[in-house]
Structure formats: structure tokens, C-alpha cells
């Protein structure tokens, strides 16, 4: 058995009574960078009588956070359990420091918060970059802390730092988002002790860009010909599957994400002149959500595109694999067609479906049904493209003037 470490102020109840009562631990170092506590608690007189009562104190172990774990054997016998004596909080102070394995009581630091989002997108078949990215962002220290001591401060300033590196401040949003994510995964599997949810939830809501009160997105919208010429270019200078990929999502304006999901048995073209497909609901981060499956009308072309897939890579694969780089490839396709300094990504591909069902007069609801979205988030994203649909509204207004029927009679009451 190990020599526990020797203190000459804790090592006993005589020794550590003598302690005067303080707000701070005492501490001695029991291994390198952990430490035993101790809080020497002031006792309280009780009504009637003018003697005071002293309180047992109490241990904890700090380990760049601090956790507080039994009563000291100040009063009463130590049990090992809720009442420790000094060799007995040794010995518990190191384990909840280093944990074991299928040890619970450690609490989870930043990095292992990370690494089990990592394993958790694996197995849902999400991009694990969203959690290998963020290693590259987290400094060592902040790595290191425990999820159930951030703060909101502390989140927000590295958000903010990352900025002052150099990073723009869509891509501080999205950093931010994966650890939000990360830390919320982390929540969930430890709900009794990580309870500062807040602190990413406000620490890391999304800055706005500069000088741009309307949202970004509303400027990503472009016209049925140059949607056209980027999936032909697409054709010419790409991959077949990477140029199937981008005119599934231009015909849908569902999520990469989604289009990842479907199956040839989601191809339902019975009828060829009025095909559909049925694609699953965004998950949403959200992994505990019900699976969900919309159907949403495609045209025949794609419809016939995507059939071809299906008999090729054979019914029980997906339509398609995922692709690497998706969005720096189609930067590539857009310098080629003029459009490199339009800072458009693959996400231009499902605004303009939006946009232009808006423009067709489609109801909101229908829209909002197809793009696996809400009305709220449309009015709230494309309100100034709401105008125009409005004129197409004026359609189903009541008549100022119309013919009077000769042969209505009034009923007699």
C-alpha cells in the first residue's frame, strides 16, 4: 500500500481542532497538482445557552476545481463513507482526482467533454470535424477544466479571443456552437452536478456580424439560371457523385445532413411526371428527437438522377457517401463562374429554394413543411422577400364591384 502523505495540522481530530476557524481550506499536497482540503467551520451558540456548538469540518479535494466530499472526524467515528478521517479523505480525494476505470465520481473535464462528442457524431453518423476542430481552438488550460465549474465570462472571452486571432466571426459562431454542443452533451449525461447551463447558453449565443443588422443569409439568394449554371459546371469539372450531391440540394433545399440519409426506397417515382421523395427531419442537435420523414415533391430530371443511383450503388446502400470539402470544391466551381467574391457557400442552394417558393406565392406553412424549418424562422430570415409574395396575395382580395343576381329572394323570417 502507498505511504499516505504526512500533515502535521490534519493528521488528527486533536491537531485540527486547534485550527482556527477561516473561510479558506487548509491544504496539503497529496500528489502532484492535487491537493486534500480541509475547512475548519466556525461552530454557532444556540438559543438558551451560551455555549457554542462546534461544527465538524469538512473535506475536499482540489485538483483545479473543488469538490467537497465528507465530514471530517472532528466529532464523531469515521465511517468511511459520510465521515472520514484523514488517511480515509487521502485516499478518497485521489480517486475522485484521477478517477478509475468506470469510475463515475470524476467530474468530466472540457477535453473528455470533446472526445465523447466526437464519439457520440461516430455513432450518428455526423462529421466528427465539428469536434476535432475544436481541439485546435481549446488551450490546454481551458482543456483541462471541469464542465461543472465554467463560467459564462470565461466562455464568452474565449469566443471573443478567438476573434482577436484572426478567425471571422461566422466562423467564431460555429467554433462556439460545437463546444456548445459538446458541453451539452456533457449536461445530459451528468444532469445532478453539471448545472451551469446557462453559462454556454448565454456565454456562446452567436455574434453578429458588423455593421449588418439583417441576417446574412438574405443575401444569398440567386436567380433559377445561375442555380442552373453551378450544377452544370458541377457536371463538367467535378465528380459525379460530388455534382449529384449539389443537385439533390439544389432541388430540395434540404441539408447536406438530410440528403446523407436517404435510401432508394425514398425515391418515390410511380408516377414519373409527379415523383417525390421522402426525406428525414434534421436531427437539430437533438439527438433524442423521433425520427421524422417528410415528403416533398422533386422534378423529374432529379427524380430520374437519382433512380439511376439507387440502381447502381444497389438497394441497400445510400444514395450517397459523404464527401470531404464539400464547401471549399464548390468555392472552386464558383470562381470558374465569376462568382468567387460573392462569399457564397453550398447553404445558397437551399435560400434560393426558399426564396423561390416564396416568390411563387406558396403558403409559409407548405414551405416551412418542405424545408423541414418553421414560419417563424422564415419571417424572421427572408422577411424582404415577404413583399413581393404579398403582391400575389392581393389576388384573393374581395372584389370592389361585382354583379348583383337578379333572382336572389329573401327568405321571410
Known amino acids: 500500500m502507498a505511504r499516505s502523505i504526512y500533515s502535521e495540522k490534519l493528521k488528527n481530530r486533536t491537531n485540527r481542532l486547534k485550527l482556527p476557524p477561516k473561510r479558506k481550506p487548509y491544504k496539503v499536497l497529496i500528489a502532484p497538482g492535487i491537493f486534500l482540503a480541509y475547512r475548519r467551520n466556525a461552530g454557532r451558540r444556540v438559543e438558551g445557552d451560551d455555549r457554542r456548538r462546534d461544527a465538524p469540518g469538512t473535506w475536499s479535494v482540489e485538483c483545479q476545481w473543488l469538490k467537497r466530499f465528507a465530514l471530517a ?3 464523531e467515528d469515521a465511517n468511511g463513507i459520510s465521515v472520514m478521517s484523514y488517511h480515509q479523505a487521502t485516499a478518497r480525494a485521489l480517486k475522485l482526482a484521477r478517477g478509475s476505470e468506470g469510475d463515475s465520481d470524476k467530474p468530466v473535464t472540457v477535453a473528455e467533454a470533446i472526445d465523447a462528442y466526437e464519439t457520440d457524431l461516430a455513432a450518428r453518423g455526423g462529421a466528427k470535424y465539428n469536434a476535432t476542430s475544436l481541439h485546435k481552438h481549446v488551450s490546454s488550460a481551458m482543456a483541462s477544466k471541469v464542465v461543472m465549474l465554467l463560467t459564462e465570462t470565461e466562455l464568452r472571452d474565449w469566443r471573443n479571443g478567438l476573434i482577436s486571432k484572426g478567425l471571422k466571426v461566422s466562423s467564431a459562431n460555429r467554433t462556439g456552437k460545437s ?3 459538446a458541453l451539452a452533451l456533457a449536461a445530459k449525461r451528468d444532469r445532478k452536478r453539471i448545472t451551469n447551463v446557462a453559462a454556454w447558453k448565454d456565454g456562446l449565443k452567436p455574434l453578429k456580424a458588423k455593421g449588418s443588422n439583417a441576417p446574412p443569409r438574405d443575401n444569398y439568394y440567386r436567380p433559377d439560371a445561375v442555380i442552373i449554371a453551378i450544377i452544370r459546371e458541377c457536371y463538367a469539372v467535378e465528380t ?3 455534382a449529384a450531391l449539389i443537385e439533390t440540394l439544389a432541388g430540395t433545399g434540404a ?19 409527379a415523383p417525390s421523395l421522402m426525406i428525414w427531419c434534421s436531427n437539430k442537435g437533438r439527438a433524442d428527437r423521433d425520427p421524422e ?9 432529379l427524380a430520374a438522377m437519382l433512380r439511376a443511383r439507387a440502381n447502381a450503388r444497389g438497394r441497400s446502400r445510400p444514395l450517397f457517401d459523404r464527401l470531404w470539402n464539400v464547401s471549399k470544391r464548390f468555392d472552386v466551381v464558383l470562381k470558374r463562374l465569376g462568382l468567387d467574391n460573392q462569399k457564397l457557400t ?9 426564396i423561390r417558393q416564396i416568390r411563387s406565392g ?8 418542405d424545408h423541414d ?3 417563424v424562422e422564415i419571417e424572421r430570415t427572408y422577411a424582404r422577400f415577404l413583399n413581393t409574395a404579398k403582391d400575389n396575395s392581393r389576388k384573393g382580395l374581395l372584389a370592389d364591384d361585382v354583379p348583383v343576381l337578379d333572382n336572389v329572394v329573401r327568405l321571410a323570417r
Not at 435510401?263 to 410511380?270: R, S
Not at 406558396?362 to 413543411?369: E, H, P, Q, V, W
Open 293 to 301: 420523414q417528410r415528403m416533398v415533391e422533386i422534378t423529374p430530371k
Open 373 to 375: 424549418t418553421s414560419t
Open 73 to 75: 472526524d472532528d466529532y
Open 346 to 354: 453550398p447553404y445558397l442552394l437551399r435560400h434560393s429554394s426558399i
Open 255 to 273: 441539408r447536406e445532413s438530410q440528403v446523407l440519409k436517404l435510401y432508394p426506397d425514398d425515391i418515390l417515382d410511380d408516377d414519373p411526371d
Open 240 to 242: 459525379t457523385d460530388y
Open 362 to 369: 406558396k403558403a409559409l406553412r407548405f414551405i416551412a413543411f
Open 179 to 181: 463546444l456548445k454542443a
